[in-house]
């Protein structure tokens, strides 16, 4: 079982490069989540897909967005990537918004 | 602003000892509680679910809920060297018509050999 997949690993870019997050899950679920991880700040979530043709913003979004491409990938992007988005990328996904989320490995970003 | 506080540590067991984690909560409504662990470096995992007052278990893990209190805790009996982690609390919330998780920032427990 692969659950929930995010690539790539580990990425760096110069300020002002652009890049795509992907993540896919094959666990049927329905609602799909980006969050970013530093220290001391735990977990923030970007944003997040309810359903299968929806998005919405979360706690931190600005100078991302987001692609829910089918119900199994919902994908983040940076256009213009920026020191302070140097962070650890997760995916997560959840059959419903109040049940449990199961993560992908992460992508370890920096951001020169 | 939902907000879920846990304190941040290092709380610092000895092996085969009772560790016990809290945290609290500012939403009155949340109906669903979640503990993950995360080892350094790793995604988060989930080890409990717990969605009605009073205790679940779980092998070594035990959940505790307390929606009146708003507080919510784990404990880790005979603890491991293996349970050396940050544990994170996490509450669901409704808001724009759907439900999220909001995440405390941690626990990071030490187990003592």
């Known amino acids: 079982n692969a659950g929930v997949t995010q690539t790539p690993k580990f990425q760096v870019l110069k300020t002002g490069q652009s890049m795509t997050l992907q993540c896919a899950q094959d666990?049927?679920?329905?609602?799909m989540y980006w969050y970013r991880q530093d220290p001391g700040m735990g977990l923030r979530l970007i944003y997040y897909s309810a359903s299968e043709g929806t998005t919405d913003k979360g706690e931190v979004p600005n100078g991302y967005n987001v692609s829910r491409l089918n119900k199994r990938e919902f994908s983040l992007r940076l256009e213009s990537a920026a020191p302070s988005q140097t962070s650890v990328y997760f995916c997560a996904s959840s059959s419903a918004g109040n049940q449990p989320q199961h993560f992908g490995d992460g992508t370890r970003l920096s951001i020169l | 602003q939902k907000e879920v506080e846990q304190n941040s540590g290092p709380l610092s067991v000895p092996e085969g000892a009772i560790a016990s984690l809290n945290c609290t909560y500012s939403d009155r409504g949340s109906q669903s509680f979640f503990w993950y662990r995360q080892y350094s470096g790793k995604s988060p995992e989930l080890i409990m679910s717990?969605?009605?007052?009073g205790d679940k278990e779980d092998g070594r893990f035990t959940a505790q809920l307390n929606k009146a209190s708003q507080y919510v805790s784990l404990l880790i009996r005979d603890s491991q060297p293996s349970d050396s982690a940050t544990y994170l609390c996490?509450?669901?919330?409704?808001?724009?018509?759907?439900?999220?998780?909001?995440f405390g920032k941690g626990t990071k427990l030490s187990v003592i050999p």
């Open positions: 717990i969605y009605s007052n």
């Open positions: 996490a509450v669901s919330y409704s808001g724009a018509g759907s439900y999220q998780l909001t």
């Open positions: 666990m049927n679920h329905n609602s």
